[in-house]
């Protein structure tokens, strides 16, 4: 059963790596026993060969079935599959269990082992070019990301003047777009699971890129449905519909004015799936590097992070908070001091643009007084009109405030942040 999928939240939830993750699903590789062996003798490396055997069976196996996979290879070693599992598995380590990197191995489905390929590619960016170079690979999917001049001509199809080497002339005739391209080859290969990942799908213009096709993409009028639909394609003429085969994910960003605007016809045609902040993945993904994120040099981040979005939301709302992925590679406090300096605060100035003294009551940096408190992390200075216009005419001029950050943002600074929040 096909479906559409579109994954929603504020910025930094990782919507955009969740769907990377899900592409896991949609690759095949073509794995030989010898490239393992080969592999293997070459590297030594137990982990390495376990990795081999689950993407060779497309993940989803057995603990028992991977050791009578590694028997027969023939290696002349003996192997304790679950124990090396366990030891790089992405779980917290239980007490007795020591954990090695790199820690790639889960159970999606208990009792059957997959390999998490966005960390495999973590520890090791080149992994598929130092082992699999000679596999062939078989991507069931389109990565594709909207914007203002994204169009119909480029998802579904359009005329794109090409030269034509044969005849020297430019050819004219219509080219398949990437949705196109896709339905075309799941229609060839029903038996398989075809996908297309759309990225800030709220920044393209959805009635024009989808056309006479918003229709045809419900999971009710595909091929072999019940409530079939097919349309005559405007430039080619031919008659199309989508395949039962083909599921199509997106993303969108609930801080981005264009969500407002966003096409009813696509909100009645898809499903719509939180991905909201979560300070348990701040503390899972540092506790996996040996962080402990309640004390970083003194600094309680996990209360620092929920503080920081507890604010926000009774300033402005739940749309706006701030992402976990903003911190998940924060080591010390000054990693803590750089991310809100570099990210945090400048998305803080572009949410509170028109009143940046909101900026720093989400900083916890005035005091009771609205004084400016001495470990501010933002800060401000006074520009009194009298001091710079011994005259203003029939000017109405103000007094105003210039807004910085602070050039130190030490550990007192962070604590300061959260301190008095219980």
């Known amino acids: 059963m096909s479906e559409n999928i579109i994954y929603y939240g504020p910025p930094g939830t990782g919507k955009t790596y969740w769907l990377q993750g899900l592409l896991n699903d949609y690759i095949d590789y073509t794995i030989s026993d010898h490239q393992i062996i080969d592999t293997y003798t070459r590297n030594s490396e137990d982990w390495l060969l376990i990795t081999l055997v689950i993407l060779q069976n497309q993940g989803g196996i057995k603990a028992t079935d991977i050791q009578s996979k590694v028997s027969s290879l023939g290696l002349k070693r003996a192997l304790n599959v679950s124990a090396i599992l366990e030891t790089h598995s992405v779980l917290p380590s239980p007490l007795g269990v020591a954990r090695k990197q790199p820690r790639i191995f889960f159970e999606y489905v208990p009792g059957k082992w997959y390999v998490d390929r ?52 430019i050819d004219y005739s219509p080219k398949p777009g990437v949705f196109k391209l896709l339905c075309s080859e799941a229609a060839v290969h029903p038996e398989k699971q075809y996908a297309v990942f759309i990225d800030e799908i709220n920044r393209g213009n959805i009635s024009e890129i989808f056309g006479e096709l918003i229709s045809l993409i419900e999971t009710d009028k595909r091929k072999g449905a019940a409530s079939e639909l097919s349309a005559i394609l405007p430039y080619s003429k031919e008659v199309f519909v989508v395949p039962s085969n083909v599921n199509i994910y997106g993303t969108m960003n609930s801080a981005d004015k264009s969500i407002a605007a966003i096409d009813i016809a696509l909100r009645r045609r898809f499903k719509f799936i939180p991905i909201l902040p979560n300070s348990e993945i701040i503390k899972s993904e540092l506790e996996f590097v040996g962080v402990n994120a309640y004390n970083i040099e003194g600094v309680d981040l996990i209360k620092l992070f929920n503080t920081l979005n507890s604010r926000i939301e009774l300033l402005l709302d739940a749309n706006h908070l701030i992402g976990h992925s903003f911190f998940l ?62 005259f203003v005419g029939d000017y109405l001029l103000e007094d105003r405030k210039r807004y910085y950050v602070a050039s130190n943002i030490s550990v007192a600074s962070l604590q300061q942040i959260y301190d008095g929040t219980s």
Do not use: M, W
Request: glycine share 2%.
């Open 118 to 169: 966005a960390r495999l590619l973590q520890f090791d960016p080149q992994f598929f070019e130092h082992y699999l170079s000679n596999s062939s690979v078989d991507r069931r999917y389109s990565f594709v990301t909207f914007h203002q001049s994204f169009s119909y001509e480029d998802f579904i199809e359009g005329i794109r003047p090409t030269y034509d080497e044969t005849t020297k002339a």
């Open 329 to 390: 590679k924060v080591r010390t406090a000054l990693d803590i001091a750089n991310v809100l300096k570099e990210r945090i605060i400048p998305l803080l100035e572009e949410y509170f643009f028109d009143d940046a003294q909101k900026i720093q009551l989400v900083l916890n940096s005035l005091d009771s007084n609205g004084n400016l408190k001495k470990d501010a992390v933002y800060c401000h200075t006074e520009l009194p009109v009298d001091k710079y216009f011994p």
